[in-house]
């Protein structure tokens, strides 16, 4: 098993050896082919050549041992004068010539196709599913959540990158700035997307530079230019509020946007920005806050209609944090706990006879009594009435002098006599 772990590794580096060299040698002829045909001009300078060259004076050396003896020299032993006679013969020295420094290639500065521009920032590391893995990174760095396809995201929009109907892929959506914010990429084009809850018929198209060549992404024919903003060409389909529009927050937010962002435009509730392909997670990071600005000019465009004036705030950030879910109370279960089943029902071995009207039956007492009599006592006594001497508020009063109050009180067994007037 070791084994062929170690044989993978080795064709995975040499897989890897063979990417770099493949891909190092298709930049640099590239890169070297406008300025070797530029250099090959200079080649012809000429020097003045006049000017001799000062060179030192050497003394003649012989070029081989010769038989010439002085006089009073001493004799040579033949031996000796054979071992002369092979000494090499010795040549003047001549200095190797010193290469001349080739001319370093000037840099032409052209312009760079949009659609390689980040090309060199990847270079042999761009494997397939690079840029994926480096979009799920990005959104777990902020909390945001990643899916390969969101379809109800494409029928939100209809403008630039989303005029071609493509279907939203490599979805990150998450909240940023306090807006609703997605990140998805449109036919291979990444373009980011913050939701502001009010929507307008208004469109704000604002593309960078001057007009695009390319058939397929020619301005609607609705928009009609406007200005030019911050080296953005802005166009809409209602230019006075377009004018309106433009204020400080949407200078400084335009020219904050990265090189790499190509348009940027305003439709129904959606601001939205389009960069170039391949672009950089650093982008991502630099246009969060110029967008948000952006969206927060936008909400001085002029709402869908009358009756749309309330703003959605379901779709806003909350006003404070949310507070965190108290913990749950352990549940203990109750070994005497009701039985909430039905009651078992008992029903008696002799069922119970009930009163009906059919049959006559009495129960209690019953004191007999004739029909028709009143058992109320009547009012009355049955004696005449008497004649009534009050005369309104006043008494008559009896003045025949006899009066009893001072009177003992007698002994007797009659009754005491009522009293008239």
Request: no cysteine; charged share 30%.
């Amino acid at each position: 098993m070791e084994t062929l772990v170690l044989i993978i590794a080795a064709v995975i580096l040499v897989a890897g050896i063979a990417l770099w060299r493949a891909d190092s040698s298709k930049r640099v002829p590239q890169q070297t082919e406008e300025p070797a045909e530029e250099s090959t001009p200079q080649e012809e300078v000429e020097y003045d050549t006049d000017i001799p060259e000062e060179e030192p004076e050497v003394e003649p050396i012989p070029d081989r041992a010769v038989g010439v003896y002085e006089e009073d020299a001493s004799e040579i032993d033949p031996e000796v004068e054979s071992v002369i006679e092979e000494i090499p013969e010795v040549t003047d020295y001549q200095p190797e010539p010193v290469p001349e420094p080739e001319p370093e290639p000037q840099l032409v500065e052209g312009t760079v196709d949009e659609e390689h521009r980040s090309v060199d920032k990847h270079g042999f590391l761009s494997f397939p599913g690079a840029q994926r893995r480096e979009r799920k990174a990005w959104a777990a760095k902020h909390h945001f959540d990643y899916i390969k396809e969101d379809a109800f995201l494409t029928d939100e929009w209809s403008r630039g990158a989303a005029s071609t109907g493509a279907v939203a892929r490599d979805v990150v959506s998450g909240m940023a700035e306090g807006y609703e914010t997605h990140l998805v990429d449109l036919a291979s084009v990444p373009v980011m997307a913050m939701r502001r809850g009010t929507p307008s018929e208004v469109v704000i198209d604002a593309r960078r530079g001057e007009q695009s060549d390319d058939a397929g992404r020619e301005e609607s024919d609705d928009l009609l230019e406007v200005d030019t903003v911050s080296g953005f060409r802005m166009l809409s389909n209602a230019a006075g509020v377009a004018t309106r529009l433009v204020d400080e927050r949407v200078r400084v937010a335009l020219e904050a946007m990265p090189e790499s962002v190509t348009a940027v435009w305003m439709e129904s509730d959606w601001v939205l920005a389009e960069t170039v392909k391949g672009s950089a997670p650093a982008d991502w990071e630099d246009m969060l806050q110029p967008l948000a600005l952006l969206t927060d000019a936008s909400f001085t465009l002029p709402p869908r209609s009358a009756g749309a004036n309330n703003l959605d705030l379901k779709h806003l950030e909350p006003t404070r944090l949310k507070p965190e879910e108290p913990e749950k109370p352990e549940f203990t279960p109750d070994n005497q706990e009701e039985d909430l089943s039905q009651p078992l029902v008992i029903r008696p071995e002799e069922p119970l006879q009930m009163p009906v009207r059919g049959v006559q039956e009495s129960r209690g007492v019953v004191e007999p009594r004739s029909l028709g009599a009143d058992d109320v006592d009547s009012i009355a006594d049955g004696q005449p009435s008497r004649t009534n001497d009050l005369y309104g508020t006043r008494v008559v009063r009896d003045l025949n002098g006899e009066s009893s109050i001072f009177d003992d009180a007698q002994d007797t067994d009659e009754p005491p006599q009522e009293w008239r007037l």
